[in-house]
């Protein structure tokens, strides 16, 4: 496969529209394609199919090295046809497709390439495009493009990995913030959220491990004026608790005016203060472990009122490693930080899904995208 095809496109407004795509594809269909028995082998031969058939028409002109980045490490989880966004799979028999896809969530609004124009492509952006092949006849029966939005809408959510993610958080990001006037980045709080939050200081009512009243909830902004701006520059002292992650949200329950109590901050709840639904983190690293739960997928943290991995503020202190002085800080609600930085693992890991072969037998003969 040429590899330019590992390189993006120069604006996500290049990308070949779906339907385009469907007239590209079609000529695909009844072509002879002969399985080897190698899952590997096939799936390689197929994504080198899609690509020839690509390289025959207009192509998005390529990214200029130096104004783009690919934000996870090793580029994993971007699709392999990095050009067009494109991810293949071969489809042969049986009652269903195992769908797996490696090294991303993919309905995650989670960032894979970032521009420095601030165009974004996400794991939502990438296409689909299932080869089905008439193992019977040994020819190309169908080419179906679909987006993970519609996989999840028709055949369910994507089963979700069981495994410890972290927030990458690169050192240009880090300098933009230092860099800026009060070296805080933040962003207002959840939609959800900002009917009820209060904007003005009320002490508070309850215990730091309280669940939350969603109209005692201070907003982003109190929090950034009462906490954040008074972050900068202060040095944290790990001595005095049994690390700085706690040193930090005993810092910030002061500011708040929570009574300090150091059996609860051994509690270990989700969020952390979860009276303010608050995780507090300290990052001197490129990655922040957000430990059990992520906001890269929705997940409910506090069932009576609704409320989300999404809708939990995250508060992440910049600090600087020999110092221990805060340099920077994060303020954002979950669903905002997949937007700027991106989510990592150590270990390889895929998510599933499966989509009844109904599917692909109801659109034999035909190149179709998102079919109804």
Known sequence: MNKDFKIPPKSVKMLTQPE????YFSKLIGQPFILTGKTRTDGSNIRKLIASTLEDQLLPELAILGQFEIVPPKAKGVPKITREFIDTYIVTSGT???????????AAETLLIKYDSGESLKCTDVRFVFVRIDTGKNKIASVLILTPE???????KFGKPTIKHQLLISGKVRKEIYESDDKILSFPDSKKLSYYIRHDYEPPKSGMVEEPD????FSIALL???????????KLDAAATKNRGQALEKKVLE???????????????????RNQLLEVKVQDSPTVDLGKFSPEKEEIVIEDSGLTTFDVRYLIALTNPKTEIIEGIILSPGEKLGELFSYVSDESYKCQRAIPMTLFESNYGKAIFNPD
């Open 96 to 106: 269903s497709y195992n769908l797996q896809v490696w090294n991303r969530i993919p």
């Open 255 to 273: 500011l708040l005016g929570y009574e300090v109590n150091e059996k609860a901050l051994l509690y270990g709840a989700f969020p952390d203060i």
């Open 214 to 217: 969603i109209k005692h909830l």
């Open 150 to 156: 519609y996989i999840e809408q028709k055949f369910g």
């Open 20 to 23: 385009t795509l469907v007239k």
């Open 224 to 234: 950034k004026k009462m906490v954040a701006e008074k972050l900068i520059g202060f």
